[in-house]
Structures are given as structure tokens and as C-alpha cells.
């Protein structure tokens, strides 16, 4: 898969996605994940990716001009071209899912006030991570692409997969424990030290469905 990324703050890109199981994915070759600077498609000598709003009003409006020239020059009829916005569809498991099957994707991760209107003709899909306002689209590129990439096959290990397989039928996951059986006074619950495999399996049936309707009862529909 491969994901191009146009921003005004590459330098925001590195860390997140240079480590951890995305770098592992990078390194396999299993994603090839490239960040562009928006300023490099433009032409003054200012470099200027921004104007003032029509009708007035506070803020900045990113042009136009060098977002159409940056996705021409990315993008073909087979890319998946994303922006991230606040007022974008909600991003869910099932979008991530979606979109790790795609062989490109374009991700515009915009800042100040956002984009002028007539991007949009360029635009698969426009994406929000939340219902809260950061200061720029960096962030929520990069929570879609670790998402994604997480998806793509062969980036997890079986083991890995698998344990995604059980859980992504809409519940909560069951609490988890490890050495000691007991800590600070805290103990293990008994059934999982028993080697009861069937037993186990039950506990941690009715502890995840009670976890999601306590804390998540949306989930269960
Ligand atoms: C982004 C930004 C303020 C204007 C009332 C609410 C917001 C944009 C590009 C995604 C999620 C973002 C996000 C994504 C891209 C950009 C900052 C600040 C406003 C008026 C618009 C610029 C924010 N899930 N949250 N935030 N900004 N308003």
C-alpha cells in the first residue's frame, strides 16, 4: 500500500510513524509512506499557501491552486484522495478496514481555518477523528494511517491477527493480567491460574460484555 501525505508541517510526521509496528511495515515494504510539503507546489517566492476568507471573517483559507497542482501531480483514477476535516464523516474501525484495502491513498491534512471549498471536486472522502478542534490535520492523518496500516496483510504477525479476529464482533476486550498472581495485595482472579480453558473462555465472555454495558452500551445494539 502506499500513502502520500501533503502538509505545511512534515517535521510533525516524524516520530509516530517511525516506530512501533508501522516502521516495522515501512521497513517490510508493506507500506511505502511518503510526506510532501504543500509549499512545494507553489510558484512566489514567498511561497505563500494562504489568503484571507472572502466576506471577511477570522483566519486563514488554504489556496487552492497549490493543493490542485500537489494532487495532480500525486494522484491518479486508482487514489483514494482523504481530507481531514472537523466536520468530516466519523472515522471508524469500519472506514480503517475500508481503506487498508485501497492499492493508494492521498491524505490533505490541512491547516488554519481549512481549505478553500473548491478542493473538494478532488475528494474521495473527507474524515474527522472526533468530535473536538486540533490545530491542524497532522494528527488525524496520522491516526488514519496507523489505523490503516495495521490492516494492510502481512503487517500484523498471526498471533496478532488473530487476537484482532475475536474482538472485532463489537465488544469490549476482556481484562488482562500477567505475573505475579499477586501484586500490592491485588490478586489474579482465581479461574484464570486454574487451567479451566472452557472456564476461562466464559469469565472472559461476561467480563467484556459486562465492560461494554457498563462503559460502552452504544456498542450493543
Ligand atoms: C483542522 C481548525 C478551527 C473552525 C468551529 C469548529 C471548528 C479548522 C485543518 C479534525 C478533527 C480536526 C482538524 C482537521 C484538519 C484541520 C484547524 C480550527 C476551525 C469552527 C477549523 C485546520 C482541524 N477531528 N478535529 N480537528 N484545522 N472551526
Keep these: 500500500m502506499k500513502i502520500d501525505v501533503l502538509t505545511l508541517f512534515p517535521e510533525m510526521f516524524s516520530g509516530p510513524l517511525d516506530v512501533s509496528i508501522v516502521a516495522r511495515a515501512r521497513k517490510a515494504g508493506l507500506l511505502d509512506l511518503r510526506i510532501h ?39 491518479d483514477e486508482s487514489t483514494r484522495v482523504v481530507m481531514m476535516t472537523p466536520t ?21 491534512s490541512g491547516s488554519y481555518e481549512g481549505f478553500d471549498e473548491r478542493i473538494r471536486v478532488l475528494v474521495q472522502d473527507e474524515l474527522s477523528i472526533g468530535d473536538y478542534v486540533l490545530t491542524n490535520g497532522g494528527l488525524p492523518a496520522m491516526v488514519v494511517i496507523d489505523a490503516v496500516t ?17 474482538f472485532s464482533c463489537g465488544a469490549l476486550e476482556y481484562p488482562h493480567y500477567t505475573r505475579p498472581a499477586e501484586f500490592r495485595g491485588m490478586k489474579v482472579p482465581e479461574v484464570l491460574l486454574s487451567g479451566h480453558h472452557a472456564e476461562i473462555e466464559k469469565w472472559r465472555r461476561e467480563q467484556a460484555a459486562l465492560r461494554t ?8 445494539k
Design 37 to 75: 510539503n504543500l509549499r512545494d507546489w507553489t510558484h512566489d517566492r514567498h511561497k505563500t499557501v494562504d489568503d484571507r476568507p472572502f466576506g471577511g471573517g477570522p483566519g486563514m483559507v488554504l489556496k487552492p491552486e497549490p493543493i490542485f497542482e500537489a494532487v495532480e501531480a500525486l494522484a
Design 88 to 108: 468530516g464523516r466519523m472515522f471508524t474501525q469500519a472506514i480503517a478496514r475500508d481503506l487498508a484495502q485501497r492499492q493508494h491513498l492521498l491524505l490533505l
Design 150 to 166: 495495521r490492516l494492510i496483510p502481512g503487517v500484523l504477525g498471526d498471533d496478532e491477527s488473530a487476537a484482532d479476529e475475536s
Design 213 to 220: 454495558k457498563e462503559r460502552r452500551p452504544d456498542l450493543l
